[in-house]
């Protein structure tokens, strides 16, 4: 298995209207301001990013961040994701979700949009999309 440098550089960029990470350039920038991380918070925030969407048990970020084996005790972990939240600001929460007691996500920011009600014909009123179907699939 290769590094964590190595698995950034086969990844497309990721973006969002607020978040955009250059994994070949290692370059993160916030509303179009470039983040300052350390080595290990972008390390960190990469292999959430690759994995956005889905839980990344802390076991699994302990030991690829860092190369801690499971049976050893740190708060390392929540330590650098409170700095990595501070550093995004009001997006913290939407974008790095904490999964009680098994790790983390990233969600990709996804802004609320809203379309015209297709209940009354001619309707003005504003909705949220159903969201139903992609509940659903998580």
Do not use: C
């Not at 301001?33 to 994995?51: C, G, I, S």
């Not at 499971?70 to 501070?86: G, W």
């Not at 790790?103 to 003005?124: K, N």
């Amino acid at each position: 298995m290769g590094s964590l440098h190595d698995i950034a550089r086969e990844v497309r960029p990721y973006g969002d209207e607020h978040l955009t990470i250059d994994f070949e350039q290692q370059v993160v920038m916030l509303d179009q301001q470039r983040m300052t991380l350390t080595r290990k918070e972008y390390d960190l925030l990469a292999l959430l990013v690759e994995h956005a969407g889905e839980i990344v048990p802390r076991n699994a970020l302990l030991w690829q961040v860092w190369g801690y084996r499971a049976d050893i005790r740190t708060r390392t972990l929540d330590v650098h994701v409170r700095r990595l939240r501070k550093k995004l600001g009001a997006y913290a929460e939407r974008y790095i979700e904490t999964i009680f007691g098994i790790g983390y996500r990233f969600q990709p920011f996804q802004a609320m949009r809203f379309f015209p009600s297709a209940a009354r014909p001619g309707s003005t009123e504003l909705r949220p999309p159903d969201r139903s179907l992609a509940l659903a699939a998580l």
